[in-house]
């Protein structure tokens, strides 16, 4: 279920428009030779909206999460009770030479915070 919620409504919106505007949808040769059409606006359907979970986390405490525009939130500072486990992952860094390049020391800092911040939600992962 956090799956299927973890892209927000108005941001998937925002991105099916940008996809739109960048395939040129709207007045394309190609589909007005076969005779076909894409409409610009959105589908609309009723829809049933997802009651707010409640998330028991560690020391038996428990979590509202709030609705922060189509995104659940729930704060820093809690772990999980039935933590994931995270054994092989990997860091690629793909960039091209310039002013913009990460060193492999930022690179490095940015992975530690990063276990760090997962080992703060209860998460178990390897270095």
């Not at 919106?13 to 040129?24: D, V, Y």
């Not at 992975?111 to 703060?120: G, H, L, Q, T, W």
Request: hydrophobic share 35%; proline share 3%; aromatic share 8%.
């Amino acid at each position: 279920m956090a799956s299927q919620s973890s892209i927000p409504p108005y941001k998937r919106l925002f991105e099916i428009n940008k996809l739109h505007s960048a395939l040129k949808l709207t007045n394309n040769d190609f589909l007005k030779e076969v005779e076909m059409s894409i409409d610009k606006s959105i589908l609309v359907t009723n829809r049933r909206q997802l009651r707010l979970p409640t998330i028991l986390c560690g020391n038996k405490k428990t979590i509202n999460i709030k609705n922060m525009n189509g995104s659940w939130e729930y704060g820093k500072g809690y772990t999980l009770v039935v933590p994931s486990n995270i054994q092989n992952w990997c860091v690629i860094t793909i960039q091209n030479k310039g002013r913009n390049m990460i060193s492999r020391n930022m690179m490095e800092d940015f992975v530690k915070m990063y276990i760090d911040c997962v080992r703060s939600h209860g998460i178990r992962i390897s270095e």
